[in-house]
């Protein structure tokens, strides 16, 4: 604990000597490289102390009568670890990326501070540090998303993320003030002590519902995620959703698993119900999208929603004294955290790079950079599959495992959870069959195909800095896919002090192979898997190579079948995405298309325009922000009256609080 805090100053440190004015060239590579060195020893200091038994220091700081309480438990290791790897991974790649940013004075004091922020959440163990350390992360992440503050929408993505950060807080707040009771203690050790009736604990579980979920992007609270991740640099992108997410995730771990104590088989239901709409919804919305950046922003709505379909299934096994299955079931939501950092982080790290080569990030602006980008595709490549869930990566290591919690559910007693479950595993086995095809085309439209514009056409490879993070993330996608096992041994501590059950010892399962219940029942061998498709693929070139001839044949581009108009015959990401359009989202979002067909003899091109109506936006926070309009507007006629008015209105405001004080007593 003592080395977790250390480092956490540390980090502040860096972000307070990163405001002293010296040259941008000079002071990146400073900053990045001693976040880099810092998150690091964060990292093996949690990956090594996930055995060890719980620490706690108590710092004469926060509130005179409480102090600030830090805690570092195994549930804490797993999410440091998924921070601090993120957080050094997204440093390895700013040190090249960085010298691209236009301000880097806006970005340097704001992102160590960003990294101290999510490290502090996670090792708080009262509320109060909690919540000052969950501002800070809020304040601190809308400073990096405003660094661009210039571009157009730039300052509504951050209006929109403050707004429902403050309601995330809000939310904590109460969420906190129920647990600790009318003690009003606040240290945790207090609120696991102090048990709830059974309507107030509901009440504090959809707080943390609410809290968590407006951070992590859960719908309907996510509709600040597809602006504000866009908008800020790529290496911080990454952070927030690959990293920042998790912080939210692990929020509401602690608050349902830890701090709330045994839950009632309901608490269930609304996270299996917003985890399946979340994955189902936030996959189509990436499917519509033609930035690059907002494809990734959404199928993180994606992930997040699948994860918490693990949560609630894990809450439901455990409020059924089924300690097997809801170890499954959280083994695999905290998987799943690990492997969405890796492959999100390689994917917004790819992203950044081809923004940095061409210029642009609209899908329909670039094609045919594998042949100028080969190595930075190839890791795009890699993640792209891992986020599908295609074998043997990781991705599909611990979809698979969410996959096997589903299909345990028929033990559950309650009918409820019987009928519900396997209509989520239908909206998981959907989420994920649309997600390879977003990323058939998010990859086929950017790098595949020939260049649509001059800047495509004269993109360049990244930097050494930045293949080495894509690399690296990339590779690891691979490795916690062929080896699994390894991964899920050592989640257990954090899962055993959670729902008093644990998974088998997989290292105890011969050849590799993961087993999640039984060996009767079912088993996954990513590294036989993997061989087996290496073989075919050897098996398969030495054939045709014997067979067929060894020599170099090149062809022109297909061209549809009308020669002659060049790289605008090609697919492009609207025309991939159209059948998908045509039968889902006209049902999801109201889409509709207009075409314009000059008539014969007129020159002017045909135009096809797509319209989507947000049906989230149009039926919740519409109606919320034109009734704060008209309420300002008729408020803002305060401001002119005279003396005597206010007078009065202070008057009758002394009155009414008399008489309702009366009326109470």
């Given amino acids: 604990m003592s080395t977790v805090l250390v480092c956490v100053a540390g980090l502040l440190g860096v972000s307070a000597l990163s405001l002293i004015p010296i040259h941008h060239r000079a002071a990146t590579p400073i900053v990045y490289g001693a976040c880099l060195a810092i998150s690091l020893a964060l990292c093996a200091a949690a990956i090594l102390c996930i055995h060890q038994a719980p620490s706690q220091i108590v710092l004469p700081l926060g509130l005179p009568w409480l102090g600030a309480h830090f805690r570092l438990d195994p549930l804490a290791c797993v999410f440091l670890a998924i921070i601090n790897f993120g957080a050094a991974s997204a440093s390895l790649y700013a040190l090249g990326y960085g010298q691209h940013e236009a301000e880097p004075a806006r970005v340097l004091p704001f992102y160590p501070a960003f990294l101290a922020a999510m490290n502090l959440v996670v090792v708080a163990d009262d509320a109060y540090s909690f919540v000052f350390s969950?501002?800070?992360?809020?304040?601190?992440?809308?400073?990096?998303?405003?660094?661009?503050?210039?571009?157009?929408?730039?300052?509504?993505?951050?209006?929109?993320?403050?707004?429902?950060?403050?309601?995330?807080?809000?939310?904590?707040?109460?969420?906190?003030?129920?647990?600790?009771?009318?003690?009003?203690?606040?240290?945790?050790?207090?609120?696991?002590?102090?048990?709830?009736?059974?309507?107030?604990?509901?009440?504090?579980?959809?707080?943390?519902?609410?809290?968590?979920?407006?951070?992590?992007?859960?719908?309907?609270?996510?509709?600040?995620?597809?602006?504000?991740?866009?908008?800020?640099?790529?290496?911080?992108?990454?952070?927030?959703?690959?990293?920042?997410?998790?912080?939210?995730?692990?929020?509401?771990?602690?608050?349902?698993?830890?701090?709330?104590?045994?839950?009632a088989w309901w608490w269930g239901l609304p996270?299996?119900?917003?985890?399946?709409?979340?994955?189902?919804?936030?996959?189509?919305?990436?499917?519509?999208?033609?930035?690059?950046?907002?494809?990734?922003?959404?199928?993180?709505?994606?992930?997040?929603?699948?994860?918490?379909?693990?949560?609630?299934?894990?809450?439901?096994?455990?409020?059924?004294?089924?300690?097997?299955?809801?170890?499954?079931?959280?083994?695999?939501?905290?998987?799943?955290?690990?492997?969405?950092?890796?492959?999100?982080?390689?994917?917004?790290?790819?992203?950044?790079?081809?923004?940095?080569?061409?210029?642009?990030?609209?899908?329909?602006?670039?094609?045919?950079?594998?042949?100028?980008?080969?190595?930075?595709?190839?890791?795009?490549?890699?993640?792209?599959?891992?986020?599908?869930?295609?074998?043997?990566?990781?991705?599909?290591?611990?979809?698979?495992?969410?996959?096997?919690?589903?299909?345990?559910?028929?033990?559950?007693?309650?009918?409820?959870?019987?009928?519900?479950?396997?209509?989520?595993?239908?909206?998981?086995?959907?989420?994920?069959?649309?997600?390879?095809?977003?990323?058939?085309?998010?990859?086929?439209?950017?790098?595949?195909?020939?260049?649509?514009?001059?800047?495509?056409?004269?993109?360049?490879?990244?930097?050494?800095?930045?293949?080495?993070?894509?690399?690296?993330?990339?590779?690891?996608?691979?490795?916690?896919?062929?080896?699994?096992?390894?991964?899920?041994?050592?989640?257990?501590?954090?899962?055993?002090?959670?729902?008093?059950?644990?998974?088998?010892?997989?290292?105890?399962?011969?050849?590799?192979?993961?087993?999640?219940?039984?060996?009767?029942?079912?088993?996954?061998?990513?590294?036989?898997l993997f061989g087996f498709v290496a073989a075919a693929a050897c098996l398969a070139a030495v054939t045709v190579h014997r067979f067929a001839s060894r020599a170099v044949r090149k062809a022109p581009f297909w061209d549809c079948g009308y020669p002659g108009l060049g790289v605008v015959a090609q697919y492009s990401a609207t025309s991939l995405a159209q059948p998908i359009r045509r039968v889902f989202a006209t049902v999801a979002f109201a889409a509709r298309e207009q075409v314009e067909m000059p008539p014969p003899g007129d020159t002017r091109p045909a135009v096809l325009r797509r319209f989507l109506r947000d049906p989230v936006w149009d039926s919740i926070y519409a109606p919320i922000a034109r009734a704060v309009g008209i309420s300002a507007t008729i408020l803002n006629h305060i401001q002119f009256l005279t003396i005597r008015h206010y007078l009065g209105f202070v008057f009758v405001t002394l009155v009414v609080l008399l008489v309702v004080l009366a009326l109470w007593g």
């Fill in 134 to 263: 969950w501002e800070l992360m809020s304040l601190a992440s809308w400073a990096l998303v405003m660094v661009r503050h210039h571009a157009a929408k730039t300052a509504y993505a951050g209006f929109v993320y403050l707004i429902m950060a403050t309601l995330g807080t809000f939310a904590l707040l109460f969420a906190f003030g129920l647990l600790a009771g009318a003690h009003g203690d606040y240290a945790f050790d207090a609120i696991r002590a102090h048990h709830l009736s059974p309507g107030l604990a509901g009440l504090a579980f959809a707080l943390a519902i609410v809290g968590a979920g407006s951070k992590a992007g859960l719908v309907p609270l996510h509709v600040w995620l597809p602006l504000a991740h866009p908008a800020a640099p790529s290496h911080v992108s990454a952070l927030m959703s690959g990293v920042m997410t998790k912080v939210a995730i692990y929020a509401f771990v602690r608050i349902t698993f830890d701090l709330m104590g045994d839950p």
């Fill in 271 to 528: 996270a299996l119900l917003l985890g399946g709409a979340t994955a189902a919804i936030g996959v189509l919305y990436a499917l519509m999208e033609t930035d690059l950046k907002r494809v990734l922003a959404y199928s993180t709505i994606d992930n997040v929603g699948i994860i918490f379909i693990a949560l609630g299934l894990a809450l439901a096994f455990k409020a059924s004294g089924f300690e097997g299955a809801a170890a499954l079931a959280l083994t695999a939501a905290l998987f799943h955290g690990l492997n969405h950092m890796l492959f999100k982080s390689t994917l917004f790290f790819g992203a950044g790079s081809v923004i940095a080569a061409t210029g642009e990030q609209d899908m329909e602006r670039l094609g045919g950079l594998i042949c100028r980008m080969p190595v930075s595709s190839a890791a795009f490549l890699a993640a792209s599959m891992a986020i599908s869930a295609l074998p043997p990566f990781n991705g599909f290591a611990s979809e698979w495992l969410i996959f096997q919690s589903v299909l345990a559910s028929p033990q559950l007693p309650q009918m409820g959870l019987k009928l519900l479950v396997p209509a989520i595993g239908v909206l998981l086995a959907l989420a994920a069959a649309f997600a390879a095809a977003c990323f058939v085309r998010a990859f086929g439209a950017t790098y595949l195909g020939r260049a649509r514009t001059a800047a495509a056409a004269q993109a360049h490879e990244a930097d050494r800095w930045s293949l080495a993070a894509i690399l690296l993330c990339s590779t690891l996608c691979l490795l916690a896919g062929l080896f699994p096992g390894a991964v899920i041994d050592w989640l257990q501590p954090a899962v055993g002090a959670l729902v008093a059950g644990q998974m088998p010892l997989q290292a105890n399962v011969p050849w590799l192979s993961i087993v999640p219940i039984s060996a009767s029942r079912s088993s996954y061998n990513g590294l036989l």
